[in-house]
C-alpha cells in the first residue's frame, strides 16, 4: 500500500495511513478481545506509541516493548520471561532466520513419543486457560505463539474504561445540525462525477453514513442521529441491513457500551479499495470544499486501499464487499501459502501380506499397480506448491493407520468418476424423532459411522454398517484375556455392549459441532458450554475436555491427519490444539465477529475459519498469521470446504450463495447462486469435480466444480490487483437439485467410492 | 438501495413500564419510566439479536424461548422460566380494556406426580436411510419403489409384515385366507402399507404364475378393502400392478392349460373395485385407465389376451366406458377379430380359440351397453317420477352376483360423474368429439356385428327410438343358459346371456351346419365338451338346438344343450358351428366358429375347466360362484 502512495502531496497522508497499519493491528487486537476481555494498555501503546519509525523490523520491536510493558503491568513474570527469550533471540537474527528458526524448531519434534514443540509457550504457563488474543500482526508469529502465555486478566469492571477509550475518538465533534449537509453534499458529489468513479466512491456512503451516525449518538444528539437514519438508511446496501437493524437500534450513548457490532465498527478501520484516480477527484472535492468533518472520519476510521488502473465496476465492488469491515487489504492476500497436498507417506508392501493372507500370489500384482497409478503422481516428485513435509510435525503412522490407507486405496480404485453426465447417487440419512434438535453431524472417512450432536447435550454415535458398536472390557476383565491370541484385539471387545449407537453424555449445553478422527478411535464435540471434548470410541467415554474457549464454541475440525484440531467460537478467536494438549498451542485472533465455522487444509499446514463478520480467513498453523482474508459473502458464513487438491475454497452463508476462492492467488473465482437458504454443508467429491451443497432449503445440490475452476480467466491483471469478474453463470454449473422430504441437510459426506451420503433431521 | 421500508421494532409501552415498577413497589415518575421504557426496548433488541445466533447454529428455522434465555444467560441476566413448551401459548386479550396475557394454566403437581398412566417416552432417536438413485443425467429414478430395507419398521410391524406375505404367498390355503382377512380389517397397518405395495408390484416377476398372480390380486383386494388404510398416491401403484394383470400378455399364457381368462376377469373386477371406491384420491385416474384400455385395444399387435383384458377392463368400468371406448373402436377391431375367427387352419387354432374369447367379452360389454343404455333413456322419460324404484330384474341381479361388493354402478350416473371426467379430458382425447350415438343405431350397428346373438332386442324397425322399451320389461327374446358342463347354474341369476346354439359336426363337415332361420341360431359351447370329449361313450349331442329362451331362470342341466359326437374313432373332432345373424349384407351367413380338439391327452386328469378356453365359450362357464376368489367363472360381471 505504501508502495502505491508515494505522491508528495500526501505525504502526511502516507504518515497516517502508516500509523494506521500499526493502528490497524492494534485494532484487530482490541476488537478480538472486544466482547471477551479489553486489553486497553496494547491497543494505547501501540498506537500512541512512537508509531512514526520506520521499517518493519523496527515496528515490530515496537509493539513487542509494548507487550512487554503490558506483561509487566499484570505480573506476568513467566510470560515476561518467555517474550524476554524469545525476543532475545530474535534480536540478532532478521525475520526470516526466526522463522526458520520455528520451523526447525518443529521439525525437530519427534511426533512419535507425542511431544510436540508447537506447544512450547504452554509449559511455562501457569495461568488459566488463555482467552487472551493475539496481536494478528504487528508482533506477527512469535507472539502468537506466546499467546497462550497471555494470562487473562480478571474482566469484571474494566468494560467500562476500555469502551470509553475507544468511543473517545468520537468525541470531537461538529455541529450535529451540519451532519445531514455534509452526508448530501458528499452524496451530490458522487452522483455527480462521472460513471467510472461513482460506483467507486459510493462505497463511501456506508461508513460515513455508520460514523457519523454513531458520532452523533455518541455526542447525545439523539434527535438528529435519529433523523440522521432516517433520511439515509435507505440509501445503503442491502446487504448491510443486518448491521443497519443492530445500529438502529442503537440510540442512546448507554447503548454504545458493550455493543458487539458497534465495537467492530470503531475499533476496526472500515476498509475501501479505490483507484488513484477516483481517490484524487474526492479528495479534490473535500478539499474545496473544507469538509474537515467528513475528512476525519476518512482519516480516523477508515482505510483507503488506493491502487493505480482502471477503477472497478458496480458489480466487480458488490462481489467483494458486504463484510463487516470492509474489503481485505490487498497486501492481506499476498502471502505465499503452500497449498499443495504433502507427499503419501510409502506403504510397505508386508503390510499386504498381513492384511490378506489369502489371496497373497495373485493379490499382490494387483494391489501394486492400483498404488503405482494413485500415488505415482503424487509421490515421485513433490508439488511445487505443496510445504515441506515437515512443516508442521505430523503424528507417525501406526500400524492400524496403514492398513486404514490400504483399505482407502483399494476403494478408491472402485470409485466411480463424477462428472456433469455422471452424478453421484445420494443417499440420505434422516435423523428421527430428534426432537431434541439435531445440531450437528459428521461421518468417519469411511462412512461407517455417522455421529450427530443435539441441542439436548447428548452426542451420539450411530454405527451405518451391520457391524454393531462395541465397547472395550473392562480393566478387571481385560486382565483375563490371553494377551498373546492372535485375535486379542477382537477379545478386548465386550460382546454385551454391542449395539447400534451410543450415547455420549458430558456436555452441559447444546453440542454445536462433532467431528470424527481419521482413524475413528476419537470423536470431537464443542458445546454451548465453552468446552471441546474428546471422546474415545473404544470405550464411548470421554477422554478430555478442552477448556479455553470461555463462550459458546460454534465448530471443531479435526485435522486430516489426525492428532491436532482447531475450534472457534463466539470469542472469535479460533484455536489450535493437539490432543495431548489440554491447552492450546496456537490461537488465531482477528475476526470482528464469532467464528461460526472451521476447516483443515488437506495439507494440515492451515485452517480456514468463517464468521459471522462475512470473512473468511486462512491461518498458518506454523506461525499463525493470517494469510489469506476472503471478502464477498453478505452474510454469516457457516459452512467451508477446500478442494481434494487443496486448490480451491468453497464457502457458503446465510445468504444462500457458494462463494468459490482460489488459495494460490487470493481471488474470489465464482459465485454459485441457487440456494434459498444458509448453505449448511458443503463437500467436494473425492476427486473434486462435483461440489455438493446441503442447504436450510431443504434441498442438496450438485456444482460443476471443474468448470467453475476453468471458466475463470486469470490473466496477470486480475491476479495482481484481484479486481475478477465473475462470470454469471450459476445456473450452467447447477447440476442438479434434490429436495428433501422436509429435512434441512446439515451434513454431506462423499464415500471413498463417491457416493454423496447427506444428512438432516425431519423437521415435519 | 430502494429498500426503504422502515424497521419498526416492538415497543415496551411507557405504562407497563409503571406498572411492573407498581407491582414492585416502586413509583415511576414520568421521566423516569420514559427512560427506562427505551432502555428496556434496547436490551429486549439485544438479547433478541443474540439469541439469534443460538437458533442459527442449531439449524432451525424458529426462534425458541431456549435460545432467547441461553442469550440472557451469556450477558448475565436471568433467564426466563417457565415457558420451555415447544407448542404455542395463547395469547388472549381480556375483554374489558385493553389487557393481553399470556395464557398459563395451573398444574396439579399432585395429580401428575400420582397418576398412573405414565407417558411412553417419545420414540427413539434414529437414523432412517433413503437412496435416491441418480442416473447419468442427474435425474431422479422413479421414486415409486420403496427401498427394500425394512428394517426402520418395529419389531412387531416387521414380523406381522413377514407372517402376512409368507402366508398369503405361501402354500397353506386356510393360512392365506386367515391372512386375507386380517389385512382387509386390521387398523394398525398403516405404516406397512408401503411395504405391502412394493410387494404387490412385484406381479411382474411373478407373470409366469398364475397362483401367485391370485394371491397378489387377493392382497390388492384386501388392502383396497381395509377401511383403516388410506391409500393416498398408493393407489396408483395398486392401479398399475392390476391393470398388469389385465392387460399384459402373462409368461403364464403362453401355456393354454393355463387359465389366466379367469385372472384378467378377476382384475378386472378389481380394478373396478378400487375406482368406485378410491378412484378419487388420484386425479384424472379414470382417465389414465381408459387412455390406458383404449391403447391396448387399437393396437392390433397386441396378442388377443391383452385386447381380452381390455374389453373386460372396459365392461368393468361400466357401460359409460364401454360406450365411449370400445363401442367407437368395433368396427375395426372387427375386421381383426374377424380374420381370425375365420381362420380355420390348424394351426391357427389356439389364436382362435382366444378370439372367441374376446367375441364372447365383447358381446357380453356391449349386451349391457345396450342394456343399461335404454334403461337410462328410459329412467330419462320417466323423470318426472323421483327416485323411481329401479327395475327390480336389475337390483335383484346386482344383489344377487356372486362379486363380494359389486361396484356400486350408478345407472342413471351423473352422480359421479365419469362424464365430467371424459369432458374433462384433455385436448387430443379421442372421446372429445364423441357424441352420444341414439339407441337404435348403436343397436343397428352391434346387430349388424352379432346379429342375434345380442340377446337385448329391440325392433330395427324404423318407428323404434321413440320410445324404446325399458328393457327388463321385455324380457330378452333368445335366452338361454349356456351350458355349464358339470356345473349348476346359479338360479337366481338373470341377467341375459346370450343364447348359443352349438353344432357340433363331424370333421367331415366343413360347412356350417344350422342356418336355421337366420334369427335363432347361435351356438354355444360348453365345457362339457371337454367332458364328453373326454368320455366319448357317452354321446350327448344337441345338434342345432334351438330353444327360444322362453326358458325360466332355474335352469337344470339337463336341458342345456350339450354337445354331442358323432363317435368318430379316427382323428380328433372337430367342431363347428354358427352363429347366426344378418351380417347386414356383410355376409350372408352366420358367423362360423370352428374348432379342434386333440383328445390325446389324459384328459380325465385335468379339471374341467382347464379346458375351458379351448372352446369358444361365449358367456359364462363354470360353476356358479358365491366368491369371487373362485376363479371358476369368467366373463362374470355383474350387471
Given at each position: 500500500m505504501a508502495a502505491v502512495q508515494d505522491a508528495p502531496v500526501e505525504a502526511d497522508n502516507e504518515k497516517e495511513i502508516k500509523t494506521e497499519t500499526l493502528n490497524d493491528a492494534a485494532g484487530n487486537h482490541a476488537s478480538a478481545a472486544g466482547g471477551v476481555i479489553p486489553s486497553p494498555p496494547v491497543a494505547s501503546t501501540s498506537s500512541s506509541g512512537p508509531a512514526k519509525a520506520g521499517g518493519p523490523g523496527s515496528e515490530e520491536q515496537q509493539t513487542l516493548m509494548a507487550v512487554l510493558q503490558f506483561l509487566k503491568k499484570n505480573n506476568f513474570v513467566g510470560a515476561v520471561d518467555v517474550l524476554r527469550r524469545e525476543a532475545g533471540i530474535l534480536e540478532d537474527s532478521d525475520e526470516s532466520q526466526g522463522q526458520e528458526l520455528a520451523a526447525s524448531a518443529l521439525g525437530g519434534a519427534e511426533a512419535g513419543d507425542a511431544t510436540c514443540t508447537l506447544s512450547r509457550a504452554s509449559s511455562c504457563t501457569t495461568s488459566t486457560p488463555a482467552v487472551a488474543a493475539a496481536p494478528a500482526k504487528g508482533a506477527g508469529e512469535h507472539c502468537s505463539t506466546l499467546s497462550a502465555a497471555f494470562g487473562k486478566r480478571k474482566e469484571s469492571g474494566e468494560d467500562q474504561p476500555d469502551v470509553n477509550v475507544v468511543l473517545s475518538a468520537y468525541s470531537q465533534q461538529g455541529d450535529p445540525a451540519l451532519y445531514q449537509g455534509y452526508y448530501s453534499g458528499l452524496k451530490k458529489f458522487v452522483e455527480s462525477v462521472l460513471d467510472c468513479h461513482r460506483a467507486e466512491l459510493s462505497q463511501l456512503f456506508y461508513p460515513l453514513f455508520v460514523h457519523m451516525y454513531l458520532e452523533l449518538v455518541y455526542n447525545n444528539h439523539e434527535t438528529e442521529a435519529k433523523a440522521f437514519f432516517e433520511k439515509f438508511s435507505g440509501d445503503q446496501e442491502c446487504y448491510y441491513q443486518d448491521d443497519l437493524r443492530v445500529l438502529s437500534g442503537l440510540t442512546k450513548k448507554e447503548h454504545m457500551k458493550g455493543n458487539e457490532t458497534l465495537l467492530d465498527f470503531r475499533t476496526s478501520k472500515f476498509v475501501l479499495r479505490i483507484s488513484r484516480d477516483s481517490y484524487q477527484l474526492l479528495k479534490r472535492h473535500l478539499q474545496e470544499r473544507q469538509n474537515n468533518q467528513i475528512w476525519n472520519i476518512i482519516q480516523e476510521h477508515l482505510y483507503i486501499d488506493i491502487f493505480d488502473g482502471m477503477p472497478r465496476s458496480k458489480s466487480q465492488i458488490d462481489s467483494m464487499s458486504g463484510s463487516l469491515a470492509g474489503e481485505a487489504k490487498r497486501e492481506a492476500n499476498k502471502a505465499k501459502v503452500f497449498y499443495g497436498l504433502l507427499k503419501e507417506p510409502e506403504i510397505d508392501v508386508p503390510l499386504d501380506d498381513e492384511d490378506e493372507?489369502?489371496?497373497?500370489e495373485e493379490g499382490k500384482p494387483k494391489k501394486k499397480k492400483p498404488k503405482k497409478d494413485s500415488m505415482g503422481s503424487k509421490s515421485k516428485k513433490q508439488d511445487p506448491n505443496a510445504p515441506q513435509q515437515n512443516r508442521i510435525p505430523l503424528p507417525e503412522l501406526k500400524d492400524s493407520d496403514k492398513l486404514d490407507k490400504i483399505m482407502y486405496m483399494k476403494e478408491a480404485t472402485k470409485r466411480i468418476r463424477l462428472g456433469p453426465e455422471s452424478l453421484p447417487s445420494i443417499c440420505f440419512y434422516t435423523f428421527l424423532n430428534a426432537y431434541q434438535g439435531l445440531t450437528a453431524v459428521d461421518f468417519t472417512d469411511d462412512s461407517s459411522l455417522i455421529a450427530g450432536g443435539f441441542a439436548d447435550s447428548t452426542v451420539r454415535v450411530w454405527s451405518v454398517t451391520p457391524k454393531k458398536l462395541r465397547s472395550v472390557k473392562s480393566a478387571a476383565d481385560l486382565n483375563l484375556i490371553d494377551k498373546e491370541s492372535d485375535d486379542v484385539l477382537e477379545r478386548i471387545m465386550d460382546e454385551k455392549s454391542a449395539s447400534e449407537s451410543k450415547i455420549l453424555y458430558g456436555h452441559s449445553g447444546p453440542v454445536y459441532g462433532v467431528s470424527f478422527s481419521p482413524d475413528r478411535n476419537y470423536l470431537l464435540s464443542c458445546s454451548e458450554d465453552g468446552t471441546v471434548r474428546l471422546w474415545s470410541l473404544q470405550t464411548f467415554t470421554c477422554l478430555v475436555g478442552y477448556k479455553g474457549h470461555n463462550y459458546p464454541v460454534w465448530d471443531t475440525q479435526f485435522s486430516p491427519y489426525g492428532y491436532y484440531f482447531i475450534s472457534g467460537g463466539h470469542d472469535r478467536v479460533a484455536r489450535l490444539w493437539a490432543t495431548d494438549h489440554y491447552q492450546p498451542l496456537r490461537m488465531f485472533a482477528g475476526h470482528l465477529a464469532d467464528i461460526t465455522c472451521t476447516q483443515f487444509h488437506p495439507n494440515s499446514n492451515y485452517v480456514a475459519t468463517g464468521s459471522a463478520d462475512r470473512t473468511v480467513r486462512l491461518w498458518d498453523i506454523l506461525n499463525g498469521n493470517c494469510v489469506r482474508i476472503f471478502t464477498g459473502h453478505k452474510g454469516p458464513i457457516h459452512s467451508l470446504a477446500f478442494s481434494p487438491n487443496g486448490k480451491y475454497l468453497a464457502s457458503g452463508a446465510t445468504d444462500g450463495r457458494v462463494l468459490l476462492w482460489d488459495i494460490g492467488h487470493g481471488l474470489m473465482i465464482g459465485e454459485l447462486k441457487g440456494h434459498t437458504d444458509t448453505v449448511y454443508s458443503l463437500k467436494f467429491s473425492r476427486d473434486g469435480e462435483i461440489l455438493a451443497s446441503g442447504s436450510m432449503d431443504n434441498t442438496v445440490r450438485l456444482w460443476d466444480s471443474i468448470k467453475a475452476f476453468d471458466d475463470i480467466e486469470t490473466d496477470d491483471f486480475t491476479a495482481a490487483t484481484g479486481h475478477i469478474h465473475l462470470p454469471e453463470n450459476s445456473q450452467e454449473l447447477l447440476l442438479g437439485t434434490y429436495m428433501t422430504k422436509s429435512t434441512p441437510v446439515i451434513h454431506l459426506h462423499f464415500t471413498r467410492r463417491n457416493l454423496l451420503l447427506a444428512a438432516g433431521a425431519y423437521n415435519p | 438501495m430502494a429498500d426503504r421500508e422502515e424497521r419498526r421494532f416492538a415497543e415496551v409501552p411507557r405504562e407497563s413500564i409503571r406498572l411492573m415498577a407498581e407491582s414492585a413497589g416502586v413509583e415511576l415518575s414520568d421521566d423516569v419510566a420514559a427512560l427506562l421504557t427505551e432502555d428496556v426496548c434496547y436490551r429486549l433488541r439485544e438479547a433478541t439479536q443474540n439469541s439469534s445466533q443460538f437458533m442459527r447454529h442449531a439449524k432451525r428455522r424458529k426462534l425458541t424461548v431456549e435460545d432467547f434465555n441461553r442469550a440472557l444467560r451469556w450477558s448475565n441476566v436471568e433467564a426466563v422460566c417457565g415457558y420451555g413448551a415447544q407448542d404455542t401459548l395463547p395469547f388472549r386479550p381480556i375483554k374489558e380494556g385493553d389487557l393481553f396475557f399470556v395464557e398459563d394454566r395451573e398444574v396439579n403437581l399432585v395429580e401428575l406426580a400420582l397418576a398412573t398412566n405414565i407417558p411412553k417416552g417419545c420414540a427413539e432417536t434414529m437414523v432412517r436411510v433413503q437412496v435416491s438413485y441418480l442416473d447419468g443425467k442427474g435425474n431422479l429414478e422413479p421414486q415409486g419403489t420403496v427401498p427394500s430395507a425394512v428394517q426402520t419398521l418395529s419389531d412387531d410391524l416387521l414380523k406381522y409384515y413377514q407372517q402376512i406375505t409368507r402366508s398369503i404367498l405361501g402354500e397353506d390355503p386356510h393360512l392365506m385366507k386367515v391372512a386375507l382377512l386380517d389385512l382387509q380389517s386390521n387398523s394398525k397397518i398403516a405404516a406397512l402399507l408401503p411395504y405391502f405395495v412394493y410387494v404387490i408390484s412385484g406381479v411382474k416377476s411373478v407373470s409366469h404364475d398364475l397362483e401367485q398372480l391370485n394371491r397378489l390380486l387377493h392382497m390388492v383386494k384386501s388392502l383396497v378393502q381395509n377401511p383403516y388404510l388410506y391409500l393416498g398416491s398408493y393407489v396408483r401403484s395398486l392401479v398399475s400392478s392390476v391393470m398388469y394383470c389385465i392387460l399384459e400378455p402373462l409368461a403364464a399364457s403362453i401355456n393354454p392349460l393355463n387359465d389366466h381368462w379367469t385372472l384378467r376377469d378377476y382384475a378386472a373386477l378389481l380394478l373396478s373395485h378400487i375406482f368406485w371406491t378410491h378412484g378419487d384420491l388420484v386425479s384424472g385416474l379414470y382417465h389414465q385407465i381408459l387412455l390406458s384400455l383404449q391403447k391396448v385395444l387399437s393396437d392390433p399387435v397386441r396378442p388377443l389376451c391383452s385386447h381380452y383384458g381390455a374389453v373386460v377392463g372396459l365392461h368393468a368400468l361400466g357401460w359409460k366406458a364401454v360406450e365411449r371406448v370400445l363401442y367407437p373402436h368395433l368396427p375395426a377391431y372387427w375386421a381383426n377379430l374377424q380374420a381370425v375367427l375365420d381362420d380355420y387352419s390348424v394351426s391357427n387354432a389356439q389364436v382362435k380359440a382366444d378370439g372367441h374369447k374376446v367375441y364372447g367379452a365383447i358381446l357380453v360389454a356391449v349386451e349391457r351397453l345396450l342394456k343399461m343404455k335404454a334403461l337410462s333413456l328410459s329412467v330419462n322419460a320417466e323423470g318426472g317420477i323421483g327416485g323411481l324404484p329401479r327395475p327390480g330384474g336389475i337390483m335383484g341381479c346386482r344383489e344377487s352376483s356372486p362379486g363380494l361388493s359389486p361396484p356400486p354402478e350408478p345407472l342413471s350416473e351423473p352422480g359421479l360423474g365419469i362424464a365430467s371426467h371424459l369432458h374433462a379430458g384433455g385436448a387430443g382425447c379421442p372421446w372429445e368429439d364423441w357424441t352420444p350415438v341414439p339407441l337404435p343405431a348403436m343397436y343397428c350397428e352391434l346387430y349388424s356385428f352379432f346379429g342375434d346373438s345380442l340377446a337385448v332386442r329391440f325392433s330395427t324397425g324404423p318407428s323404434l327410438g321413440n320410445s324404446p322399451p325399458a328393457p327388463l320389461a321385455q324380457p330378452p327374446t333368445t335366452r338361454k343358459e349356456l351350458p355349464g358342463g358339470t356345473a349348476n347354474l346359479d338360479t337366481a341369476r338373470k341377467m341375459p346371456q346370450l343364447t348359443a346354439n352349438l353344432n357340433i359336426s363331424?370333421?367331415?363337415?366343413g360347412s356350417p351346419h344350422g342356418e336355421q332361420g337366420g334369427g335363432v341360431g347361435s351356438a354355444g359351447a360348453s365345457q362339457s365338451l371337454a367332458r364328453s370329449s373326454s368320455s366319448s361313450s357317452v354321446q350327448r349331442s344337441r345338434s342345432s338346438s334351438s330353444r327360444p329362451g322362453q326358458r325360466p331362470s332355474g335352469l337344470s342341466r339337463d336341458v342345456f344343450p350339450k354337445a354331442r359326437f358323432n363317435p368318430l374313432p379316427a382323428g380328433p373332432p372337430i367342431f363347428s358351428f354358427v352363429i347366426g345373424g344378418r351380417q347386414m349384407g356383410r355376409r350372408c351367413q352366420g358367423r362360423r366358429f370352428q374348432t379342434t380338439f386333440t383328445p390325446s391327452q389324459p384328459l380325465s386328469a385335468v379339471s374341467s375347466r382347464t379346458y375351458a378356453h379351448k372352446l369358444p365359450v361365449i358367456g359364462r362357464v363354470g360353476k356358479p360362484v358365491r366368491r369371487w376368489t373362485c376363479s371358476q367363472y369368467s366373463l362374470h360381471l355383474p350387471l
Open positions: 493372507e489369502g489371496e497373497n | 363331424p370333421r367331415q363337415d
